[in-house]
């Protein structure tokens, strides 16, 4: 939240623009969606040691995370208190690597950068910190740009200094910074990753924010008289975080009992074995963003494989007879079928 304070406090479009997207979001009425929306994602890999350009594998391990949570596959939400099963929901939300770059040619969706920062820094202090993140972060110089939002969901992932998992650009923004920026060490479930951050829950948190869900506490430090805009998370006093167990339900504040906050809730701040979960109420205004600033998602080529491209026979013409004579030039019995591109014939 700190980087769209700073977006709200300087910049008049983007206040206009988050404005209109909340007035959207709360006035709109869409049908049940029914179809899985698939996002093609594009990862940003910045490291400055070796062991800072992670595998493959954990890059992948992210993806599935994002898949799991989403889709309400996690094993764990086994582990949801019984007064808030009900609520819980598959946002029939999923995430795959691009196979076709902006270009329109094949990719793996990877992009390796060397930068010279060794930890990209942050001061929780300093307003214009995430500001400057960006400026490094996803820019050339010390970082890498971005593939067009319109077709794309561009994660960054790199050393992030202050203690600072991750954080997330909601709709509304300028095109160069939109996307979503990980902690390398709190990036999918393998590799680098490291407890209690090692199963991919910073980024659907982040993402959460990219899809325009707001923190379950409403950011108003314990005064209970702000909101998250949805009508099924229990107002709640102010974030939790490590300290909070799921041995700890019921864990009342703002006069929210008999069951209290809903702090294993993926849009809190509880460890990643902690939080299991969104509500239908979050769906509705995640579905709000994919059919409003967000829409173009649907319509990407970013999940299309490209096709191999046919050859001109010209461009492969060769003299038949020389064909034919090498063919009949190998020692031994003579072949009775050719290959022909495909298989023998």
């Not at 008049?12 to 929306?37: C, F, G, H, Q, W």
């Not at 795959?96 to 094949?106: I, W, Y």
């Not at 509880?270 to 205004?285: C, S």
Request: one cysteine or more.
């Amino acid at each position: 939240m700190p980087h769209h304070y700073f977006l709200a406090d300087t910049d008049p479009t983007y206040r206009d623009n988050r404005r209109m997207i909340e007035s959207m979001t709360k006035t709109v009425r869409l049908a049940t969606r029914t179809k899985i929306i698939r996002i093609p994602v594009v990862v940003h890999v910045l490291f400055h040691t070796d062991d800072e350009n992670i595998e493959v594998s954990q890059i992948e391990s992210q993806i599935a995370a994002l898949n799991r949570d989403y889709r309400l596959h996690n094993t764990d939400r086994s582990q949801i208190p019984a007064p808030f099963r009900p609520f819980a929901t598959d946002t029939l939300i999923e995430f795959g690597l691009a196979v076709r770059d902006p270009e329109g040619n094949a990719t793996t969706a990877i992009t390796r950068t060397r930068t010279s920062k060794a930890v990209f820094p942050y001061d929780p202090s300093d307003p214009l910190a995430t500001k400057k993140l960006d400026d490094m972060i996803k820019f050339s110089g010390f970082g890498k740009a971005a593939w067009p939002r319109d077709s794309y969901l561009n994660l960054w992932t790199c050393s992030l200094g202050g203690g600072l998992l991750g954080y997330a650009q909601f709709p509304g923004g300028a095109a160069a910074t939109d996307g979503v920026v990980i902690q390398n060490r709190a990036f999918g479930t393998n590799g680098i990753a490291a407890p209690p951050y090692n199963l991919g829950r910073t980024a659907v948190h982040e993402v959460g924010h990219w899809l325009n869900l707001l923190h379950i506490w409403g950011d108003d430090d314990g005064a209970c008289s702000l909101s998250d805009d949805v009508s099924d998370t229990p107002n709640q006093a102010g974030s939790n975080g490590s300290d909070v167990r799921i041995s700890d339900f019921p864990h009342i504040t703002c006069n929210n009992g008999p069951h209290g906050d809903m702090f294993m809730n993926y849009m809190d701040y509880v460890d990643d074995d902690t939080m299991f979960m969104f509500t239908a109420g979050q769906l509705k205004r995640m579905n709000a963003t994919l059919a409003g600033p967000r829409a173009s998602l649907s319509q990407s080529a970013g999940l299309t494989p490209v096709d191999t491209p046919a050859l001109a026979p010209e461009t492969v013409a060769l003299a038949t007879a020389l064909v034919r004579s090498t063919v009949g030039d190998e020692h031994g019995d003579p072949p009775t079928r050719e290959f022909d591109g495909v298989r023998w014939v």
